[in-house]
């Protein structure tokens, strides 16, 4: 991490203007080691130290934590505890956004709730930065292993999801930024990214259409 950001800023000056650091430290497949937050905290620290003595325009976004639903040894920590364990150790004062994901099964990882409990949670003193917003869709009639709440979303439900998860974050007044995931993603029908791609051989389109009409962008 020391030695990676500096790399980065410096290659790419003035051109980066935020950077979330590592990508939901709560999952073992992601983190490689024991889950903990406050040791994630101390990883952001050196990162945050860094990036803001070589550029302190750039805002620094706390990793997104995945929003399982539950809490399995050597596999996962749900992203309430996971978060006040990095609470704990302070970890927003090395962060200028608390990193979200929004994406997790229905009633778990709706954008309102994860967005409105990361908040309160932090005091209600810190910006949500959701980098990645998806609802996920079965592919080819299959969904990948561990995503079987999935197989019951369908395309309208999709859109619908989307476009009002959009219009609540511009009015939720701390919602800094919202990143769609994902775009095109065409790998295996077994990766986690696929059920996400908005844009896949044999889908509809109907989703782009409704974010482009909710967004007032050109087709």
């Given at each position: 991490m020391g030695c990676f950001w500096p790399d980065l800023i410096t290659r790419y000056p003035k051109q980066i203007q935020a950077i979330e650091m590592w990508n939901e430290p709560n999952l073992m497949a992601e983190w490689g080691d024991v889950i903990?937050?406050?040791v994630y905290a101390g990883l952001l620290a050196v990162g945050y130290g860094v990036t803001k003595f070589l550029a302190p325009s750039i805002m620094v976004i706390s990793a997104g934590i995945a929003p399982t639903g539950f809490t399995r040894e050597w596999a996962a920590i749900d992203d309430a505890p996971f978060l006040r364990q990095f609470l704990d150790y302070q970890g927003m004062n090395y962060a200028d956004c608390i990193g979200a994901h929004a994406n997790g099964p229905d009633g778990v990882g709706d954008i309102h709730l994860v967005s409105q409990r990361y908040f309160d949670?932090?005091?209600?003193q810190h910006p949500i930065c959701v980098t990645e917003f998806g609802y996920g869709l079965p592919v080819?009639?299959?969904v990948p292993e561990g995503f079987d709440w999935v197989m019951s979303h369908t395309p309208e439900r999709q859109a619908i999801v989307l476009t009002t998860g959009l219009d609540w974050a511009r009015r939720s007044g701390y919602t800094r930024l919202v990143i769609l995931w994902n775009l095109n993603f065409d790998g295996p029908t077994s990766d986690p990214n696929a059920p996400y791609a908005l844009m896949r051989p044999g889908q509809s389109g109907q989703?782009?259409?409704a974010i482009q009409h909710a967004l007032k962008l050109p087709n």
């Amino acid at each position: 991490m020391g030695c990676f950001w500096p790399d980065l800023i410096t290659r790419y000056p003035k051109q980066i203007q935020a950077i979330e650091m590592w990508n939901e430290p709560n999952l073992m497949a992601e983190w490689g080691d024991v889950i903990d937050g406050g040791v994630y905290a101390g990883l952001l620290a050196v990162g945050y130290g860094v990036t803001k003595f070589l550029a302190p325009s750039i805002m620094v976004i706390s990793a997104g934590i995945a929003p399982t639903g539950f809490t399995r040894e050597w596999a996962a920590i749900d992203d309430a505890p996971f978060l006040r364990q990095f609470l704990d150790y302070q970890g927003m004062n090395y962060a200028d956004c608390i990193g979200a994901h929004a994406n997790g099964p229905d009633g778990v990882g709706d954008i309102h709730l994860v967005s409105q409990r990361y908040f309160d949670m932090a005091g209600r003193q810190h910006p949500i930065c959701v980098t990645e917003f998806g609802y996920g869709l079965p592919v080819e009639g299959r969904v990948p292993e561990g995503f079987d709440w999935v197989m019951s979303h369908t395309p309208e439900r999709q859109a619908i999801v989307l476009t009002t998860g959009l219009d609540w974050a511009r009015r939720s007044g701390y919602t800094r930024l919202v990143i769609l995931w994902n775009l095109n993603f065409d790998g295996p029908t077994s990766d986690p990214n696929a059920p996400y791609a908005l844009m896949r051989p044999g889908q509809s389109g109907q989703t782009i259409e409704a974010i482009q009409h909710a967004l007032k962008l050109p087709n």
